[in-house]
């Protein structure tokens, strides 16, 4: 890990020397990439451990295959250092290489952004996005020991693990529990409101009431994208919590109207699931008492229209600021600073850095304070 640090540092202090060169793929892959690579634990040197040019079914060819045992388990596709791997034929075309070949994992990489895709799971190209990296501190503010930390989950003895098997195995599945159980709470059965009811105990509760309960327990988290995809249950008005888009916390109007699919778009499901965790968290504080706000950059919570959490949606994971006093907190976690004294977006002077559940959890004390200290 410490050599991964290193590289990473090396190359986040000579970016804008690079880019100043406009590198190629090829160039791209002998300063940037290979280095990473090593630093991850594969031998770019030894093709059986890493086999460059890998062939394709088509006649063509893959950057990296990167191996354990002599099997090819990850493939690497690289672009030019400048490319911002938008293009969804690049995306389709990597992914259907690996599909063919039976490989689980494949990755889409820039050199400092890096996308890392489940080739198994039975949806769009796109939509295999596990998770992403960005490197370049202009966009990324996460401390590098965090950066490091995810691209490990590619590194050669995390692959030999399975560790990014397991991981995407959560995070895949709990994402489509909770598309069928947004579509099973839409229009709840009548099975399911018996079986509401029985476990209440009170018989004489109706269906219709029980549906009404169903939609305003469901509606406290969880995340609607435009276009027919759902990340998890509907916050909305329909249960009472209101979704003031492009108005401030005094009923100033902003200069444009966002909304959730603004912040939310493009983004992996990895980050999407820590929203839905955070949502659900800030939501459940007073239900159908919080006011969530879609800003350019941030989607605020808001109780007693005072802002109490911001959230900023990226790649790796989530920046959350809180009204709380660093200097204040007893024993801190590690994901956490003061930005009293530092430029940022969300309200509060304590930033959380989330890039995983258990910091989630961790957090949730946190969000607790925030709210009684706005409330």
Known sequence: MDKLVKAIEDIRGRLDGLRRHSLKETPTRTIVIDPLLQALGWDVRDPDEVQLEYPTVDGRSVDYALKLNGKPVLLVEAKGLEDPLRDVKDVTQVVGYAANDGIAWCILTSGIIWKVYSVKETCQAPDKLMFEVDLDPA???MPIPELAKLIWRFSREEMAKGTLDSLGEKVFTDGKVRKALGA???????????LVRNAIGDSSMSPQRIRESLGRVWG???VRVAGGGYRGP?????????????RGPRGKKAKMDYGEEHHVSDKSKEALELYAAVDR???????GGIQKRFLAKTINYDVNARTFCSVHLQQGGLR?????????????????????????????DLELGVNNLSQVEAAQELIRQSFHARE
Not at 184 to 194: E, T, V
Not at 281 to 287: G, I, M
Not at 326 to 335: D, G, I, N, Q
Request: charged residues 20%.
């Open 139 to 141: 966009r990324e503010v």
């Open 184 to 194: 099973i709470m839409s229009d709840p059965p009548r099975a399911l409101l018996n």
């Open 220 to 222: 406290q988290g969880g």
């Open 234 to 246: 509907v916050s909305g008005t329909k249960d009472g919590t209101t979704i003031n888009r492009g």
């Open 281 to 287: 968290t800030c939501l459940s504080l007073k239900p």
């Open 320 to 348: 959350v600021w809180l009204w709380l006093k660093y200097s204040r907190l007893v024993a801190p976690p590690p994901f956490t600073r003061d930005v009293s004294n530092i430029g940022h977006w969300g309200g509060g």
